[in-house]
């Protein structure tokens, strides 16, 4: 069974630091890209970072460019997200999503529960 | 970037009812167009990828269709599970932008 675990999440000062976790199982991580999606209370889904399946090819949203660094450990099946500079509207549930691609169509078939970041003074 | 608009923003509906979404993109984007339900404290959930292709396990009262920058989704008998937000996604290219969502809620 596919699961995607979240953690990290949590309470931070403006301009604070988090970084997020996402531990993967019942599927071969090293094969698959990742991305993080966030959503702000009540809103909508936002993506946010995408990482390749070696790590070789990262995009970030012009939101969180500069500021946010994806990276992965196949080894540990592990995918991370490093939020720097944290700002009031990086509040949201954050999750990871495996990133399924068939015949060359892409799209995100599993997700997981989702960590809650909360950014405020 | 690709805008993704949805409409309508929310909709009320009966059980039995069948309902359609519409999803447009500010550009051509093939048929490079999911669709993904989300409940209240859940996370998303794929439904359709590639504008009219269902994911394993999703009912069949579910279908979709579309290409270029016009798509739809439909509920063919709304059923008390399928109360939640819909939203679709472009995979054309980066950023992979959603619609802003589509509420369905009970009449």
């Known amino acids: 069974e596919v699961q995607l675990v979240e953690s990290g999440g949590g309470l931070v000062q403006p301009g604070g630091s988090l970084r997020l976790s996402c531990a993967a199982s019942?599927?071969?991580?090293?094969?698959?890209?990742m991305n993080w999606v966030r959503q702000a209370p009540g809103k909508g889904l936002e993506w946010v970072s995408y990482i390749s399946s070696s790590g070789s090819t990262i995009y970030y949203a012009d939101s969180v460019k500069g500021r946010f660094t994806i990276s992965r450990d196949n080894a540990k099946n592990s995918l991370y997200l490093q939020m720097n500079s944290l700002r009031d509207e990086d509040t949201a549930v954050y999750y990871c999503?495996?990133?399924?691609?068939?015949?060359?169509?892409?799209?995100?078939?599993?997700w997981g529960q989702g960590t809650l970041v909360t950014v405020s003074s | 970037d690709i805008q993704m608009t949805q409409s309508p923003s929310s909709l009320s509906a009966s059980e039995g009812d069948r309902v359609t979404i519409t999803c447009r993109a500010s550009?051509?984007?093939?048929?490079?167009l999911n669709w993904y339900q989300q409940k209240p404290g859940k996370a998303p959930k794929l439904l359709i990828y590639?504008?009219?292709s269902l994911q394993s396990g999703v009912p069949s009262r579910f279908s979709a269709s579309g290409s270029g920058t016009d798509f739809t989704l439909t509920i063919s008998s709304l059923q008390p599970e399928d109360f939640a937000t819909y939203y679709c996604q472009q995979s054309y290219t980066t950023p992979r932008t959603f619609g802003q969502g589509t509420k369905v809620e009970i009449k």
């Open positions: 590639a504008a009219s």
């Open positions: 019942g599927f071969t991580f090293s094969s698959c890209a």
């Open positions: 550009q051509s984007i093939s048929s490079y």
């Open positions: 999503a495996r990133d399924l691609g068939l015949s060359g169509w892409r799209y995100f078939d599993y």
